[in-house]
């Protein structure tokens, strides 16, 4: 079977995920989403939902299992949490460094860090982007968090490091269902998560020219 082309997709919409901000929307069967790191060194926190029953959704812990890796590679794919394929992880077009082990960022995780106003936050952004496609979130899943380094160290201890993306990196990934998609551009400025200062994300949907 011959290599993916990517130049044979075409841009159906460009969507702009501002720092800090959430978006979300609908990627059909089939379609695909680009998600950019414009500036370098910004993980983006990534959920997926079945779009005709959202009590469906992407999975990291199954799809673990599913793949027995902490991390997908190319032309493997995350599952739902009813096991079955929702995204593939098409092409990556970066160092290839994600995470699937670390919740969202919420208020909680800014409190432990001694901020005592309101934060913007992963798990907000989620609910607010599914909010405005229709949908109640109130369990927030464990989301794929792209470009974001955190290493397992022999001991068993987990560090975080800042991504370790290039202006313009990217990875690919392709819807087996109808899907609701929702990606947050992290604005975790407490640890490397971001590098301490986050910056937009890119997403495009793509589809077969």
Known sequence: MGRFRFSALKVKQEIPIPAR????????RGEYVQVVDPEGQQCGDLFAYNAEDVTEHLSAEHTRVFVDRLFPLEGQSFVTNLRR??????????PGIHDMLFAACDPPRYAQYGVREWHPNCAENLRTAMKALGHEVCH??????????????????V????????????????AFIDCLVV???????????????????????LIAG
């Open 159 to 174: 560090d975080f490091r800042p991504p370790a993306t290039s202006p313009g990196d990217w990875v690919l990934l392709k």
């Open 140 to 157: 927030v899943p464990q989301p794929v968090n792209l470009f974001m380094q955190v290493a397992v160290l022999p001991d068993g201890r």
């Open 85 to 94: 394929p929702i995204l593939m992880l098409e092409q990556d077009h970066s």
């Open 21 to 28: 901000t959430g978006v979300g929307f609908r990627l059909a």
């Open 183 to 205: 990606i947050s551009a992290c604005p975790q400025q407490w640890n490397p998560a971001a590098n301490y200062r986050p910056s937009d994300l890119l997403a495009r949907i």
